[in-house]
């Protein structure tokens, strides 16, 4: 008989589950990442807040280059829900602290989605994964860099003026970042 | 309506699995499958198939046992874009749930012969 399952669609059901789960939390990233530019800006830290805007509208991106990818390999991308956002913080810090673990567990769920191809042989996802990967390693960087601002510049006197304008100003340029 | 099948479309259907409760049939020509069970045929696409099993598998068997409150132990399988669903007793969701895991059993093993034997590249 004909391979229908095959012909229809190049993702199995399970990765396109798993890729619709991760559309799913990018889509809250993105949501997360607004609601932290909000607060920031209520509370006049201007720099952070445009940090914020611009990390909001990447994991949008990223949302859609998933999303086209499902729909690309003939399977069914699912426009997600977003609920739960934490709108409020104590501190400038605490901010700097859950976009770095919101991050860490992006990285993770990349992971999980990476090995399961690996289980399943499907290299073509798997080697539409590594720009995820590659770019996974700037947002942990940007991350902790702005989180060791605290620990450099300290939070005493003008400290959170300071860290504030130097937050947009971190950027990845390692010679590992590539081409 | 199961010997209906079989004796009028013998060339226009492979049988995928059959079990005690009910068979899958794959239609090459139509690009699409039929199940015969619980008294009915009913066609699925590519599509409606996946979310018929997504909402098998989903079905909580061992709460559905041991909730004995209000619950009529029946259970509606409802797909979207398919013009049929199903009532079905705890008995006949697990017979299903049997039907489909072996349904897709097969389909992955033709997928794997398919991959040996015609799309080897030389």
């Known amino acids: ?26 889509a809250h990233s993105s949501a997360m990442y607004l609601a932290m530019a909000s607060w920031c800006n ?33 399977g069914r991308a699912v426009s997600p829900d977003v609920s739960g956002l934490k709108q409020d913080y104590t501190s400038l810090r605490e901010v700097f602290e859950d976009a770095l673990e919101a991050e860490i567990a992006i990285t993770q769920s990349f992971k999980n989605i990476a090995a399961t191809c690996m289980k399943e042989q ?19 960087y940007k991350a902790r860099r702005a989180l060791e601002l605290f620990e450099v510049i300290g939070e005493e006197g003008t400290g959170l003026w300071e860290i504030d304008k130097h937050v947009n100003k971190i950027k990845y340029d390692s010679e590992t970042a590539g081409a | 309506m199961m010997t209906g099948v079989k004796t009028k479309t013998t060339e226009k259907f492979t049988e995928v699995f059959g079990s005690k ?38 079905v909580d068997i061992e ?37 489909l895991e072996g349904a897709f059993a097969m389909f992955e093993l033709n997928q794997i012969l398919h991959d040996r034997l015609h799309r080897m590249v030389v």
């Open chain 1, 1 to 26: 008989m004909k391979d229908i399952m095959r012909i229809k669609s190049l993702v199995s059901a399970d990765i396109e589950t798993l890729l619709n789960q991760q559309i799913k939390k990018e």
């Open chain 1, 42 to 74: 209520q509370n006049g830290f201007d720099y952070s807040s445009d940090y914020f805007f611009k990390q909001s509208e990447e994991e949008r991106m990223h949302q859609l280059k998933l999303f086209k990818y499902v729909l690309d390999m003939g």
């Open chain 1, 122 to 140: 499907d290299f073509v996802t798997f080697e539409f994964l590594n720009w995820f990967m590659k770019e996974q390693r700037e947002e942990e």
């Open chain 2, 21 to 58: 409760a009910g068979t899958v049939y794959q239609s090459d020509r139509e690009g699409c499958w039929y199940i015969d069970f619980a008294g009915k045929l009913v066609k699925f696409d590519y599509r409606t198939l996946l979310l018929l099993k997504k909402s098998i598998y989903r």
């Open chain 2, 63 to 99: 709460q559905l046992i041991l909730d004995n409150g209000k619950s009529p132990e029946i259970e509606m399988v409802f797909i979207c874009a398919c013009n049929h669903c199903y009532f079905l007793s705890i008995l006949q969701i697990i017979a299903l749930k049997e039907l």
